[in-house]
T-cell receptor, first 112, second 112 residues
Framework: RKEVEQDPGPFNVPEGATVAFNCTYSNSASQSFFWYRQDCRKEPKLLMSVYSSGNEDGRFTAQLNRASQYISLLIRDSKLSDSATYLCVVNSLSGGYNKLIFGAGTRLAVHP | DAGVTQSPTHLIKTRGQQVTLRCSPKSGHDTVSWYQQALGQGPQFIFQYYEEEERQRGNFPDRFSGHQFPNYSSELNVNALLLGDSALYLC???????????FGQGTRLTVV
């Protein structure tokens, strides 16, 4: 089983739609969680951190359920510019050190 | 602040050759991680350096080795290149464990 699993998509949605991405992780010792965005042939960039209480940044809402080891990202009012791959990232503790583990990513395509 | 810089940006090598990729972390960052990203996949963790030592390692063979210098910059070396080593190699730096990682633009390696 992969440490971080995501639905690869692609999600094809019209502008203005609401879309939700899910992610599960296997290491219960994981300490922090992130969503990164990666545009085609570019490096990943942090979209937002994910907190236990849930957090919102404009049209983006992230949720964490530690009991279920589940992370979600909700995008409201999708824009064409939201088209990208969204990477679920878990900061796992092993041997006293942390490392970031990436999911395979979920591709989003927003069309007019 | 130049952010994370990697060199070269593109590289073509022949099977069996050796390659060295370089990374300069973001100013103030002391932890450097390397990732391999194949087309259509998420970044796969290779290893992480802190205080000039390899602290974490992913599931990569010994052909992959690295180094961190006193100025926190890092190198990734791959020996006996295989066609399957063709990928985007990403370097990420962080200041403290658990905080946001910043990525360089990557080195696109093609093995022919």
């Amino acid at each position: 089983r992969k440490e971080v699993e995501q639905d690869p998509g692609p999600f094809n949605v019209p502008e203005g739609a609401t879309v939700a991405f899910n992610c599960t992780y296997s290491n219960s010792a994981s300490q922090s969680f992130f969503w990164y965005r990666q545009d085609c042939r570019k490096e990943p960039k942090l979209l937002m951190s994910v907190y236990s209480s849930g957090n919102e940044d404009g049209r983006f809402t992230a949720q964490l359920n530690r009991a279920s080891q589940y992370i979600s990202l909700l995008i409201r009012d999708s824009k064409l510019s939201d088209s990208a791959t969204y990477l679920c990232v878990v900061n796992s503790l092993s041997g006293g050190y942390n490392k970031l583990i990436f999911g395979a990513g979920t591709r989003l395509a927003v069309h007019p | 602040d130049a952010g994370v810089t990697q060199s070269p940006t593109h590289l073509i090598k022949t099977r069996g050759q050796q390659v060295t990729l370089r990374c300069s972390p973001k100013s103030g960052h002391d932890t450097v991680s390397w990732y391999q990203q194949a087309l259509g996949q998420g970044p796969q963790f290779i290893f992480q350096y802190y205080e000039e030592e390899e602290r974490q390692r992913g599931n990569f063979p010994d052909r992959f080795s690295g180094h961190q210098f006193p100025n926190y910059s890092s190198e990734l070396n791959v020996n006996a290149l295989l066609l399957g080593d063709s990928a985007l190699y990403l370097c990420a730096s962080r200041k403290d464990l658990g905080t946001e990682a910043f990525f360089g633009q990557g080195t696109r390696l093609t093995v022919v």
